[in-house]
């Protein structure tokens, strides 16, 4: 295939005309020509790279526009596990795939699944132990986004608080049973990677981290945590262990390149060293942190210590990578009160190639030679983007926006209409109508 952008955002910034080639997923080449050869499809509009979602729970979408009123994350959870308890594969593999159908069509088009939710309630287990994961799977394939499940370990209900209730479905007993189950998870597609995760420091017993450690380690897999969502978790986990979640992650080795802190709000200076010298990343999901009510996390000081900043939808009150990245700027300044910390390039890069690298596609989130074929034409012709400088087009625009998406050198959204799941909004309707 070859396209024809009528501008595209390569490494040097946004170009007019530019011929990009592509054999099967892979771009071999990228050109500057003004006239598209014959054959060309053409791609109007500012095309920038695949975004990469790098921390969803996708079950949260059926939360969105309910979870209202006055409450805090810890009241807000109550209601996440009401709609946990109600889940089984059949039913989260509609409700995933309608979500990762929305993520598409917002020119998401790869995403870093932090799945948790593994046994029937009681905690009892299906015939497949890998059920709810063969699931998101299958959602992720039907919707024509890559994934990266980041299994995820979850143990106890808080420090030294056993598991209950639903909390039932999340545990797998120890890290030993965990890495048990998930090693019987085959991935066929090339399209679905495995990533472990450490719920946070509460979920898993100090003593079982190094466990997921390893795991992560053997593989050369990706390793996510929560980590200082809330400032309750730091002063329980002083209280338990005398240091911060920080501090306790990296005595038990799970800081490192290929890790991912998900949130980091609430740190001390000496948790911002510890990332950043360990070449720790950190994912912002700044509208869930506002929808709960988090605050607003350094995102400067951790680029600036070193550590590299990706984004996600989280919780998805919203679905829109490009707002997210909007969003981290705009706290800075709530903050600090002073403007620009992000520029446009680096806020984009959030959304491509560091939540790529998160997620450990490490040949994707640019427009060159080699990278994956994602390409996302953004409609330049509506009234929010009009006479807007290209340069500052990413920032500015928002997912409906989105007019095309190529991913992984398939046509997955035409003129903001999905090419294989049809009437998405209707699917959500049906499946989040069974689960209310």
């Not at 309910?66 to 810890?74: C, D, K, N, P, S």
């Not at 995933?96 to 699944?113: F, K, P, Q, R």
């Not at 951790?302 to 590299?308: I, M, N, V």
């Not at 046509?411 to 999905?418: E, K, N």
């Amino acid at each position: 295939m070859t396209y024809w952008c009528e501008h595209a955002w390569l490494d040097d910034g946004p170009q007019a005309g530019v011929l990009v080639d592509v054999d099967g997923t892979t771009i071999t080449a990228v050109t500057r020509t003004d006239d598209p050869p014959a054959g060309a499809t053409r791609l109007p509009g500012l095309v920038i790279p695949g975004l990469a979602n790098a921390h969803s729970h996708a079950f949260h979408r059926g939360l969105r526009g309910r979870a209202t009123g006055r409450g805090t994350f810890w009241t807000w959870r109550e209601q996440m596990y009401a709609l946990a308890g109600r889940l089984d594969p059949d039913s989260y593999l509609r409700l995933a795939t309608a979500t990762y159908t929305e993520m598409a069509l917002a020119g998401i088009t790869c995403v870093g699944e932090f799945h948790y939710l593994h046994h029937p309630p009681g905690g009892g287990r299906y015939d497949d132990p890998n059920a709810m994961s063969a699931a998101l799977a299958q959602a992720a394939h039907d919707a024509g986004i890559r994934l990266t499940l980041l299994d995820t370990c979850y143990l106890t209900g808080g420090f030294d608080t056993p598991a209950e209730g639903v909390q039932l479905r999340f545990s797998d007993g120890d890290a030993t049973a965990w890495a048990d189950r998930v090693d019987r998870f085959r991935v066929d597609c090339g399209r679905v990677r495995l990533g472990a995760a450490v719920h946070s420091v509460r979920a898993v017993p100090a003593g079982q981290i190094p466990h997921l450690v390893g795991w992560a380690q053997r593989g050369g897999t990706p390793l996510h945590v929560h980590l200082s969502e809330q400032r309750a978790e730091n002063d329980a986990c002083r209280a338990a262990h005398g240091r911060t979640p920080t501090e306790l992650l990296h005595e038990h080795g799970a800081l490192g390149p290929r890790t991912t802190a998900v949130h980091a709000t609430h740190l001390t200076e000496h948790d911002l060293r510890l990332l950043g010298d360990t070449g720790t990343g950190s994912c912002l999901c700044p509208s869930t942190e506002a929808d709960l009510g988090d605050g607003i996390g350094p995102a400067r000081a951790l680029h600036d210590a070193g550590s590299p900043l990706s984004l996600g939808s989280d919780g998805h009150s919203t679905i829109d990578l490009l707002a997210e990245a909007h969003a981290v700027e705009a706290g800075q300044r709530l903050r600090a009160e002073t403007r620009g910390h992000f520029d446009t390039p680096r806020l984009l890069d959030m959304a491509t190639t560091n939540g790529h690298r998160a997620l450990g596609w490490l040949d994707a989130g640019r427009i060159a030679p080699g990278q994956r074929a994602d390409l996302v034409a953004l409609d330049l012709d509506g009234p929010r983007l009009a006479g807007i400088p290209l340069g500052g087009v990413p920032t500015a625009a928002r997912a409906d926006d989105v007019r095309d998406v190529i991913a992984h050198g398939r046509a997955i959204v035409r003129d903001r209409a999905h090419e294989h799941v049809p009437d998405p909004a209707r699917r959500l309707r049906r499946v989040l109508a069974e689960l209310s």
